[in-house]
């Protein structure tokens, strides 16, 4: 079971995405957060430290004319939360909308977020979160 600080620290970090405050995320991350990025991106590294998962986050949300993800249940799985989250988007110069159900993986450290992957799709999050 997801403690009810951890799920308000992962709420608050919705918050601050629909918000596009990137800031107020990175003040709910640990100084050495690092962001999971799948295998197959084998130019990117992965981003570590709020320097670089900032200017992440900031790229990331950049991307999108509309970014709202909004999270509907927080399930502990071993030392990972999934996040499984409604999420209603639209990319920059685009006119369709997505919405979708996605998950998102967090490891949540001393009330800081340690590690984040974003927009896991559902059927693999609880499988992925398992075995990291």
């Not at 918050?15 to 100084?31: F, G, Y």
């Not at 197959?40 to 509309?66: I, K």
């Not at 920059?92 to 996605?102: N, Q």
Request: glycine share 4%; with cysteine; aromatic share 8%.
């Amino acid at each position: 079971m997801v403690s009810d600080h951890d799920a308000a620290i992962l709420r608050r970090f919705y918050e601050a995405l629909n918000d596009e405050d990137v800031s107020a995320a990175m003040d709910l991350c640990a100084s050495q957060v690092e962001v999971y990025l799948p295998p197959d991106v084998v130019s990117a590294v992965a981003p570590r430290g709020h320097r670089d998962v900032s200017a992440y986050l900031r790229e990331f949300m950049d991307s999108w004319h509309m970014y709202r993800p909004q999270p509907e249940d927080f399930v502990k799985t071993g030392d990972r939360v999934v996040a499984l989250v409604h999420l209603r988007a639209r990319g920059k110069g685009s006119r369709f909308e997505i919405e979708e159900d996605v998950a998102d993986v967090f490891k949540v450290d001393e009330g800081k977020i340690s590690q984040l992957r974003l927009y896991v799709h559902r059927e693999h999050a609880l499988p992925q979160a398992s075995s990291n």
